[in-house]
């Protein structure tokens, strides 16, 4: 056990002697506990080093040795579900001293990722996907080739894993499913029992058995179905299987996830069996780590450390700047205090999204419906129906995934539903699975729903409070951390929908501020004496403000920090070409590409979005811009 982050790299001799999982593979089954015990270690002083997830992965370490030491990857195939786990699975497969790299520009990724190992069969960042991918290559793949699906049982709690695993059962194809429970959600805790009939259930003489019986029996009617009822209720009395074996699995477990000779022993059995198997362990998120173990929530990931000081200087106390989230969850109390009717509701993003005092003050008003971003949508349609106010806390990238029930049971029946959109924008370090890079773009198509982008906290909650009083769909979305830290204040205002605020007056050019890139857009504009406008609403836009700038300037620069396709800058430019209104413009945004992990402010540097970038990119359009628009004095 472990209670303390090492700050300098442990001595894990056996660990270093394996590069790629064939040279785990030759190794004696008895030396796989010691294998254990320093990749635990090594995992520890990586995310101390570099920051990330650990919590999920510390779980899973003899799981993934397990697997690793029985099936023959890459030429097997592991799916890995959600990617927070697989930190032990990169250590093994010959990227242990790329680990310091882990989230860092042009560094490891923080999940699975295609092109970065053969191993990483599948990439992903959010949940769910595991079962789905998995048989989709076992239907591709020859019989020799094995296929295992690793799934964690909140993933379970998504409807797309349960879809693939009504299909798995169809196709009868061979292939594993591990359900990686760490007593969060599924199962009470491994008893001897319950060991002692997992054990049987996977022992070679009870398949043996049980697929001799199958053949035997399928010859006379019905006995086979007889048979096979008897065999699952008598696993329903001692087993929680019972629902895998009605989707027509054959369950084993729950085993525990940290014994590796019951493991590899279990997964060696069943590695060549016949037809859809789910094996059912029962792990401990932050196995090994003292502190984690008692807060699984808490370490759910970790911060680089930082380097001890040498002396300890007494520093004057820096206000603290609240993040977003926190803005949100804090006027998600007041306006419930206000008012009765609002229902919180969030797809397993309690923590991330500023909501665990809201569902302290308010239990029986709040709702967390596990990884079911489509039910949560159409939850609060449902209430919205009956007069409540739901207000859906949702990150941008996961609320991607309600879009059709955003579609059809929100916009078009123009339901009343506040849709708080966290973590919109770059996102750093997590990078492309997790950034809400869209948001603006496939919303601002729909009917009748409200856009609104804050640029500080104080607007954030104001606006918060003007969609949760709108009749009508709408949304706010900010981004994850910090703000600029402007002075919220406590009353709620609320604002003319549709309206921006002038926040500068300069000449030659006005910049259209979407979003929290307000401060790099002022800052540029003081060295260009361009105008600047908080546009405040993505929709509807403020149309007579435009039109003014238009007239008044000779080159409108829209900024956002969401793709430029179709986003805030576009609607721009078809408000200006419906009235025909002739003016050069330069969108500012996102581009039609992937962007990678890294620091978030060295991303958007990278991108142009920075005071220095924005500055930049409106002097080379000036440069380049018909005589005929040509600024005096600007260049």
């Excluded at 984690?292 to 930082?306: F, I, M, Q, T």
């Excluded at 926190?326 to 205090?337: N, Q």
């Excluded at 949702?394 to 059709?404: M, N, V, W």
């Excluded at 009353?491 to 921006?500: I, Q, R, V, Y």
Aim: net charge negative.
């Amino acid at each position: 056990m472990f209670n303390e982050i090492p700050r300098t790299r442990p001595q894990t001799p056996l660990l270093d002697s394996i590069d790629d999982p064939a040279q785990l593979r030759a190794l004696d089954e008895r030396q796989l506990p010691e294998l254990a015990n320093q990749l635990r270690e090594y995992l520890l002083y990586c995310v101390g080093q570099t920051g990330g997830h650990f919590g999920a992965g510390l779980g899973v370490v003899e799981l993934t040795i397990a697997l690793h030491y029985i099936y023959n990857t890459p030429e097997d195939r592991l799916v890995w579900d959600v990617g927070h786990q697989t930190y032990p699975h990169k250590i093994l497969t010959g990227r242990r001293e790329q680990m310091l790299t882990m989230r860092q520009k042009g560094g490891l990724s923080g999940f699975p990722k295609r092109a970065e190992s053969p191993y990483d069969t599948f990439g992903v960042g959010h949940s769910s996907t595991s079962i789905s991918a998995a048989l989709g290559m076992a239907l591709a793949s020859s019989e020799e080739r094995r296929v295992a699906a690793i799934i964690g049982d909140g993933a379970m709690t998504a409807g797309l894993a349960f879809e693939a695993l009504n299909h798995a059962a169809h196709t009868g194809k061979n292939m594993l499913v591990v359900l990686n429970d760490n007593r969060m959600s599924i199962s009470k805790n491994v008893g001897g029992l319950a060991t002692y009939f997992a054990k049987i259930l996977a022992s070679k003489t009870y398949l043996s058995m049980r697929e001799g019986s199958r053949r035997i029996l399928s010859a006379i009617p019905k006995a086979w179905q007889l048979a096979r009822r008897t065999e699952e209720h008598v696993k329903g009395m001692i087993t929680p299987g019972t629902l895998f074996e009605e989707l027509g699995f054959n369950y084993v477990g729950p085993l525990d996830g940290h014994n590796l000779h019951d493991l590899v022993h279990t997964l060696r059995n069943l590695r060549n069996q016949r037809g859809p198997q789910l094996l059912h362990v029962v792990t401990t998120k932050g196995k090994g780590f003292g502190p984690a173990e008692e807060d699984p929530v808490g370490y759910h990931a970790l911060n680089k450390l930082e380097p001890e000081p040498k002396v300890q200087v007494a520093m004057p106390a820096e206000k603290k700047t609240p993040k977003y989230q926190d803005v949100f969850g804090c006027w998600l109390c007041d306006m419930a205090e206000r008012d009765e009717k609002l229902i919180g509701i969030t797809p397993a993003m309690c923590e991330g999204s500023g909501m665990v005092t809201f569902a302290e003050r308010f239990p029986e008003r709040f709702h967390d419906v596990a990884i079911a971003e489509q039910h949560a949508v159409t939850l609060a349609a449902g209430l919205a129906c009956e007069g409540a106010k739901p207000v859906v806390a949702i990150y941008s990238t996961f609320l991607q995934r309600g879009y059709d029930q955003l579609v059809h049971d929100v916009a078009i029946q123009n339901l009343d539903v506040t849709f708080a959109i966290d973590r919109a924008g770059l996102v750093g370090e997590d990078g492309p699975t997790h950034a809400g890079s869209f948001d603006l773009t496939y919303m601002r198509c729909l009917p009748n729903v409200a856009i609104a982008a804050p640029s500080d906290e104080n607007e954030c909650r104001q606006l918060l409070y003007t969609a949760y009083r709108h009749k009508g769909p709408a949304a706010v979305r900010y981004p994850r951390g910090t703000g600029p830290g402007a002075e919220i204040r406590k009353e709620m205002t609320e604002l003319p929908l549709g309206k921006g605020r002038l926040m500068r007056k300069g000449t030659g050019v006005a910049i259209l501020n979407f979003g929290t890139l307000l401060a790099p857009a002022m800052a540029a504009a003081e060295n260009l004496n361009a105008t600047v406008a908080d546009m405040r609403w993505v929709k509807p836009l403020d149309e007579r403000l435009i039109d003014e700038l238009a007239a008044e300037h000779q080159l409108l620069v829209t900024i956002e920090e969401n793709t430029i396709a179709g986003g805030a800058g576009s609607a721009v430019m078809e408000y200006l070409n419906r009235v025909g209104t002739l003016i050069p413009m330069l969108q500012l945004g996102l581009p039609d590409r992937i962007i990678e992990h890294g620091k978030h402010k060295v991303l958007l540097a990278e991108l142009g979005l920075d005071a220095t970038g924005i500055e930049r990119q409106i002097r080379q359009r000036l440069e380049n811009q018909s005589p005929d628009y040509k600024i005096q004095n600007l260049l």
